[in-house]
């Protein structure tokens, strides 16, 4: 299964770089529950995953997203950005 | 002679004394201002100071919740004294004691309740939200009246700051994504509830769960953690929060829900609330400065800036404005649905069926205000008029399908005049 990086947006790189096994059928909503999972996000913070300036749909299979979008396994990083959504 | 006793232009020329050394500053711009602040909460106390004190001439304030003890080690304008009354109105009095010579109206509403005309008259919208949807709401407002809006967010270390331009406004800038680029669907509902107030009526089950932590730990003093037994009874002073909330019907919860919903409870920091405001009220007085002509430097580039306080890190993001955006990239062809006038939801259930929306497991609010009319699973009985829907109306449908994808869809349903 394929292994992309991931950087959580504000961390630096050390604390901030994971690499993950994201299944190829996964959708981006699917990907997003194994970041949460890795990076212990609160749950009542928003995730949104960004690659390229482009923030990618819940719906897109996150593969065949990044193959399109060129990803290179060596040198890029998908950026995380966690937001307040709701909480208490 | 005291200072309040100096004739106003004077006061005011001492006032802003060392604004008017600043390369391009135009305070005279930035009085004849107007700025609405939509959440007056840690970000709207800390934006709303300083653009009282820069001089901005008009402000207007909106939240609709009241001042609890909770709010004070963050939302500096309240005192203990102020618990119960409106953030809003406590906001405006203590600003026009800070600066008597600027104009400042509140609201203790939802921004999406005030005529529309009043936001027409305002420069600049800034969003010190606490809810997902009501941010979603303000950049299609902003959006759809050519306004700059600027949000902004905070959660324990960090914050981060949004300035959206839209198309067609070149004196401020190129147009940037808006929020809705950002996040193109909603987070489901089990994030409803507000980030940081438990307002003074219950109006959601979340908010019954919390009412009901009050009520307990008044009871029984704090515990550091609950117990099974614990959360059983606060489930049912839950119940009983309900029953008296206008708002609410009777709700029903578990010890899980309490537990569920305590342990959403999100850090928050004055000092990193302090940061991300005055980065956005900055951006505001830039902004001000290039509607009126005139040049304090250009808005951040990229357009979402994130704090990260743990680490002193500031992060700029480069974000693509979506191309099909439904609010500011091309416009989404919507829908529209026919039913009779005495159409029952089971009728719109049917007539949605072949969009791939089951409307029972939907969350439906109006696309106009985002007010909610049922959450998923909570479909109210009876006809669509019952809901207060009359001629025609656009709803925004957020669901989940049988594959567990999440989408959001708009419609407009048109109910014909029963003969």
Redesign the interface.
């Known amino acids: 299964m394929p292994v992309y990086t991931f950087r959580m ?4 790189p050390k ?1 901030g770089t994971r690499k993950l096994t994201i299944p190829a059928k996964a ?1 981006c ?1 699917d990907s997003k529950k194994l970041v949460r999972r890795e990076y212990k996000i ?5 995730i ?1 995953l ?1 690659f ?4 990618i ?3 897109e299979n996150f593969a065949r997203f990044l193959m399109k979008m060129k990803y290179d396994p060596k040198k890029d990083t998908i ?1 995380v ?8 | 002679m005291s200072e309040g006793s100096l004739p106003n232009g004077f006061r005011e020329d001492l006032l802003y004394a060392r604004h008017r050394l600043l390369d391009g500053w135009d305070q005279v711009a930035i009085e004849g201002s107007t700025v609405l602040i939509a959440g007056i909460g840690a970000l709207g106390c800390e934006i709303s100071k300083n653009l009282a004190l820069s001089g901005v001439g008009h402000l207007i304030l909106v939240d609709m919740d009241t001042i609890e003890i909770s709010n004070l080690s963050r939302q500096f304008l309240f005192r203990y004294g102020d618990r119960g009354r409106y953030k809003a109105e406590v906001a405006a009095e203590r600003l026009l004691e800070m600066n008597p010579d600027i104009d400042i109206t509140f609201h203790t509403c939802k921004f999406q309740e005030i005529d529309t005309e009043v936001i027409r008259s305002v420069d600049v919208l800034v969003g010190g939200l ?3 949807n009501a941010r979603f709401d303000l950049n299609r407002l902003a959006n759809g009246l050519g306004k700059v809006y600027i949000d902004s ?3 324990g270390f ?1 914050g ?1 700051v949004q300035v959206v331009v839209p198309d067609d406004l070149d004196v401020v800038g190129d147009p940037t994504p808006c929020f809705r ?5 909603p ?1 489901s509902d ?7 107030t438990v307002p003074g009526e219950a109006r959601n089950r ?1 908010h019954c769960i ?1 009412k009901a932590e009050e009520e307990y730990i008044s009871d029984h003093g704090k515990k550091d953690e609950y117990t099974p037994d614990d959360l059983t009874e606060m489930a049912e002073i839950a119940r009983q929060v309900s029953i008296r909330s206008p708002h609410l019907s009777e709700e029903h919860f578990k010890a899980g829900d309490v537990e569920n ?6 850090p928050a920091l004055i000092t990193v609330n302090a940061v991300v405001s005055a980065i956005l009220s900055h951006e505001v007085l830039k902004v001000l400065h290039r509607i009126h002509g005139h040049d304090i430097g250009p808005s951040i580039d990229p357009s979402y800036l ?3 306080a743990e ?1 002193g ?1 500031f ?1 700029p ?4 404005r ?1 191309p099909e955006c439904p609010v500011c990239g091309a416009s989404e062809e919507i829908e529209e649905v026919l039913l009779s006038g005495g159409a029952s939801i089971d009728d719109l259930s049917t007539a949605l069926s072949g969009y791939g929306i089951e409307v029972r497991k939907a969350l439906v609010t109006r696309s106009l205000n985002g007010a909610l009319l049922w959450p998923p699973g909570k479909v109210p009985d009876g006809a669509i008029s019952d809901l207060g829907l009359e001629g025609s109306e656009i709803l925004r449908f957020t669901y989940t399908n049988s594959d ?4 959001q869809k708009e419609i407009r349903i048109t109910m014909e005049a029963e003969q």
Do not use: H
């Open positions: 947006m504000g961390l630096p604390q959708s909503a609160n749950p009542a913070l928003v949104q960004v390229k300036g482009q923030p749909k819940d719906k950026t950005i966690s937001q307040q959504a709701g909480g208490i | 606490d809810s997902f967010a905070s959660t960090k981060n680029c950002f996040y193109p669907v987070p089990d994030m409803w509830a507000p980030a940081c979340a919390l919903t305590l342990g959403n409870k999100l994130e704090y990260n680490y890190i992060t993001l480069e974000i693509k979506d567990g994808q999440r989408g």
